[in-house]
């Protein structure tokens, strides 16, 4: 269960503060399909942000698996955010100077698989994501929008995380290539009991999802619950 409560985020910026995430509270059952909806700055990276504990929020408590990431010390945070959780971030933050294999070997290095296995579980990741070839062996700069977003999906299935926070992940996709990850994602929710969590303005993939949350001006102001 990722448990959200209470949670408020403030930024100042030029004197100006303003809540980008102002009190919201909701709940997210393990191997759930859910996904968060809005206008452009309603909150969707910000709260996500603070769901995987890559930001503190100002108040307010988010529980993963009963745990209080928000109370947890800097290190083990990093170690929470490196076992258990898969990021897709909207801008794909892959490693400029690593190969697309390489970007997906890398959690995998951190978690200690030995060399051969390693590569054996980044093609195979990266096979899933619709990827082969030479595309493997090439730097992210020359990659397509949509190939760096599959990388980073590849990368962040790598380590079979519990819990998986998605930026648009379907953004720079074509249809098809779309449809094949939001099925890859679901697939996940089933098989693994993975929890989901997506943000997009993409329809398509809202439906798709168990729970739909939207967001404005930092608020949930609507929660469709499509039954688990
Ligand atoms: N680090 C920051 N410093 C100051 N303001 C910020 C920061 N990050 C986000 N904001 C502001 O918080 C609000 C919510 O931003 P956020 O990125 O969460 O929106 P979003 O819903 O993800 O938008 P988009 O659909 O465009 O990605 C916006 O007004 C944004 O300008
Ligand atoms: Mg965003």
């Known amino acids: 269960m990722l448990q959200v409560k209470d949670v408020v ?3 100042k910026s030029g004197g100006e503060e303003i809540a980008a995430v102002d009190g919201v509270t909701l709940e997210i059952p393990d191997a759930t399909f859910a996904s968060i909806v809005g206008s452009s700055g309603s909150g969707k990276s910000t709260l996500l942000a603070l769901m995987g504990a890559l930001d503190a929020p100002t108040s307010g408590t988010i529980h993963v698996g009963g745990v209080d990431v928000t109370a947890l010390s800097p290190g083990k945070q990093v170690a929470y955010r490196r076992s258990r959780i898969g990021f897709v ?10 190969t697309a294999l390489e970007n997906v070997m890398l959690p995998l ?9 390693r590569k054996d ?4 990741l990266l096979r899933q994501v619709g990827l082969s070839g030479a595309k493997l062996g090439r ?8 190939e760096q977003q599959r990388v980073s999906i590849a990368r962040a299935l790598a380590n079979g995380p519990e819990v998986i926070l998605a930026d648009e992940p379907t953004g720079n996709l074509d249809s098809r290539n779309g449809k094949r990850i939001v099925t890859l994602l679901r697939d996940l929710v089933v098989a693994k009991k993975t929890t989901v ?3 997009t ?3 398509g993939v809202a439906n798709r999802a168990d729970i739909t949350f939207s967001m404005r001006d930092g608020k949930i102001v609507h929660t469709k619950n499509r039954g688990v």
């Open 139 to 146: 730097l992210p700069g020359k990659l397509s929008g949509g």
């Open 121 to 124: 579980r980044a093609l195979a």
């Open 89 to 98: 971030f909207q801008q794909y933050n892959l490693v400029p100077n690593l």
């Open 9 to 11: 985020k403030r930024f």
């Open 197 to 199: 969590v997506v943000v």
């Open 201 to 203: 303005h993409d329809r």
């Open 109 to 117: 290095e951190f978690d200690g698989v030995k060399g051969a296995e």
